[in-house]
């Protein structure tokens, strides 16, 4: 659709993941000129521009009001005012809350414009030393340990790199789940406090890296991403058949259980579908 005469623009501002050297010039210029300021969490964007100098109105957009607060803000954007999106750290609607907002903006004819600039997930991927050619992000996993384990089994023979965020009260249970649904040796990285004082990276096979997070309390500190090497792309059909039907049955039977039905009717091994 074409941009509405004399509506204002909706700026996608990417915003550093820890950094603040990371604020791009185009960046700060643009969070200087307009109007308001859409953010995540107000306090924690209050001091990013305090930290530059900056003084701009700013409105709260998280995942609890966006619904509500979208549509008098593209009524703001056709009458002529120019916003900036920024979540609390990265590029806006990666794992944060905006596309209601854009989607919006878009329907409405408003002009909305990328301001690229750093993603936790890509600087990871970038650093990390793993197939980067084609990959897939899942953003966080499930806090329940059922959901979470059947959605890691369901990614087993998936061919792609996997991008995982994960938070520091989770991150030794995940890396141990991803162990048995993926094989103790699947090639992975670990990447902490990215672009931080505290910043490691952190590389090997699951079985490994769970148990260096296991034993060493700061790596179990700060913000993750999780990255994992994709199956082969000729994985045996057997194993693949065997978690697919393992994924399933976890729904209503035990671990156990379902991977020993899941062995029998597929021809996989069971250790490879179960880590028991």
């Known amino acids: ?38 953010a995540e969490d107000t306090r924690h964007t209050r001091q990013l521009l305090a930290h530059f100098g900056l003084e701009r109105p700013l409105l709260a957009l998280h995942e609890h009001n966006e619904g509500d607060a979208a549509a008098p803000l593209v009524a703001r954007l056709l009458a002529g005012d120019s916003l900036a999106l920024v979540s609390d750290a990265g590029t806006p609607l990666v794992s944060d809350p905006g596309f209601r907002l854009v989607r919006a903006a878009r329907a409405a004819g408003v002009r909305v414009s990328p301001v690229p600039g750093p993603s936790a997930l890509v600087a990871a991927l970038s650093a990390a030393g793993l197939p980067s050619d084609r990959f897939v992000f899942e953003g966080f996993l499930s806090a329940k340990a059922k959901a979470r384990r059947e959605h890691l089994q369901a990614l087993a023979a998936e061919p792609r790199t996997l991008i995982f965020y994960e938070s520091s009260h989770r991150i030794e249970e995940t890396l141990a789940d991803m162990a048995m649904a993926f094989g103790d040796d699947r090639p992975a990285v670990v990447a902490r406090e990215l672009t931080k004082l505290f910043e490691t990276v952190l590389d090997g096979g699951l079985a490994g890296l769970a148990r260096r997070v296991r034993e060493d309390a700061n790596q179990r500190k700060g913000e993750f991403v999780v990255l994992v090497q994709g199956a082969p792309e000729a994985a045996d059909a057997k194993v693949a058949e065997g978690r697919r039907l393992y994924a399933r049955l976890c729904e209503h039977l035990p671990p156990s259980t379902a991977a020993k039905l899941a062995a029998d009717l597929s021809g996989a091994p069971r250790k490879a579908l179960y880590g028991g």
């Open 1 to 38: 659709m074409a941009a509405q005469a004399g509506s204002g623009t909706l700026h996608v501002v990417a915003t550093p993941i820890g950094n603040l050297g990371d604020l791009s010039p185009r960046a700060l210029e643009t969070l200087k000129r307009v109007d308001a300021i859409c």
